[in-house]
């Protein structure tokens, strides 16, 4: 399945003068199935912020689809499909499971008040 990486920046917040304050630029998007997904694997302590985010991305842009995915989804999903060894090596990598923290979904915007805001993106293809 093919994959990018943070390829869309969605502003969802503006000052009075209309300049992007708040965006928010889902973890991966999923072409074949338009779908965009957001990880709260790093930082459950973010995930009240994230939540609050992803709200308005629904408010704002209801045609976009996007799941998020929290640290017991992620840990389900590379149980069921034998990726035991990754959760122990990440989190004997990061002390528990999560990092610092870096990524939080904190995008620039132009301003416009449009979805799918191009910004720098990584691709793959994931078997």
Request: glycine share 10%; no cysteine.
């Amino acid at each position: 399945m093919s994959w990018r990486y943070e390829p869309d920046v969605f502003p969802i917040s503006w000052n009075p003068s209309g300049a992007v304050v708040e965006s928010f630029a889902p973890d991966f998007y999923l072409p074949e199935l338009d779908l965009y997904v957001e990880l709260t694997t790093l930082r459950q302590t973010l995930v009240r912020k994230k939540n609050r985010k992803l709200r308005l991305l629904r408010q704002l842009y209801p045609e976009i689809r996007i799941k998020l995915l929290y640290a017991r989804d992620f840990e389900a999903l590379m149980v069921k499909y034998g990726r035991v060894d990754f959760l122990i090596e990440m989190n004997g990598a990061n002390g528990n499971n999560g990092n610092n923290g870096n990524g939080n979904g904190h995008g620039n915007g132009n301003g416009a008040k449009r979805a799918r805001q191009p910004s720098p993106a990584r691709e793959g293809v994931t078997p």
